[in-house]
């Protein structure tokens, strides 16, 4: 089984841009299931709430700020 760091990881990997994006929110259920939503989609109709997933090319993609 792994670990957090490990699960992160592959998550990031799983999502592409959206992990690295300003703009993303991931969301993970109760049941351990994690989704990726856009903000962007809020305010621009070119968006998808829940894009499909990896992203590899976004033009809204902005690098988040590193914590």
Same mark, same amino acid.
């Given at each position: 089984?792994?670990?957090?760091?490990?699960?992160?990881a592959?998550?990031? =990997?799983? +999502?592409?841009?959206? @992990? $690295?994006? *300003?703009?993303?929110? /991931?969301?993970?259920?109760?049941?351990?299931?994690? #989704?990726?939503?856009? =903000?962007? +989609?809020?305010?621009? @109709? $070119?968006f *998808?709430?829940?894009? /499909?997933?990896?992203?590899?090319?976004?033009?809204? #993609?902005?690098?988040?700020?590193?914590?």
């Amino acid at each position: 089984m792994p670990n957090s760091g490990e699960r992160s990881a592959e998550l990031a =990997r799983a +999502a592409g841009l959206c @992990a $690295r994006c *300003a703009h993303a929110a /991931r969301q993970e259920t109760a049941r351990g299931s994690v #989704f990726w939503r856009c =903000r962007r +989609a809020e305010t621009d @109709a $070119r968006f *998808a709430r829940y894009p /499909r997933l990896p992203m590899l090319a976004c033009p809204g #993609f902005e690098p988040a700020a590193e914590p």
